[in-house]
C-alpha cells in the first residue's frame, strides 16, 4: 500500500512562507509524478504544481506561478512545496497526490492520480 504523508501546513500571516512537505512509502518516487492539489474552504479542489517522475516542474498559472516552488529530493522518497508571500486566498487543505502514469506529464486533474495523502492544513490570516 502507498502512502503519502503531508506536512508542514499551519497558521501564518500574509507575506509570511510555509514549505510543504509530501513524504511517500513508495520504494523509489523517482518513478512518480506528484501533485499537489489544494481545496479552499467552500471550493474545488484545484492543481496547483506537478513534480514529474522526469524531473520536470509544470506550475499553474493565477494560482501558484512565481510564488510557490515544487522540488523533489528522490534519495528521501520526498516532494516539497514551497510556499512564499503567502495571501490568504491560499487558505486550504493542502494534498499530494501520486501518479504511476508515466506517459503524461500533465497530470493536471485528481483522477490522474493514483494515491492520495491525508492533507494538511493552511491558513493564511490578513
Known amino acids: 500500500q502507498v502512502q503519502l504523508v503531508e506536512s508542514g501546513g499551519g497558521l501564518v500571516e500574509a507575506g509570511d512562507s510555509l514549505n510543504l512537505s509530501c513524504t511517500t512509502s513508495i520504494g523509489t518516487v523517482s518513478g512518480y509524478t506528484v501533485g499537489w492539489f489544494r481545496r479552499p474552504p467552500g471550493k474545488e479542489r484545484e492543481i496547483v504544481a506537478i513534480?514529474?517522475?522526469?524531473?520536470?516542474?509544470?506550475y499553474f498559472q493565477g494560482v501558484a506561478r512565481g510564488r510557490f516552488t515544487v522540488s523533489r529530493d528522490n534519495t528521501k522518497n520526498t516532494i516539497y512545496l514551497q510556499m512564499d508571500n503567502l495571501r490568504p486566498d491560499d487558505t486550504a487543505v493542502y494534498y499530494c497526490?501520486?501518479?504511476?502514469?508515466?506517459?503524461?506529464?500533465?497530470?493536471?486533474?485528481?483522477?490522474?492520480?493514483?494515491?492520495w495523502g491525508q492533507g494538511t492544513q493552511v491558513t493564511v490570516s490578513s
Open positions: 497526490a501520486a501518479s504511476e502514469n508515466t506517459q503524461n506529464d500533465y497530470l493536471a486533474t485528481a483522477h490522474d492520480y493514483d494515491h
Open positions: 513534480s514529474t517522475w522526469r524531473g520536470g516542474k509544470i
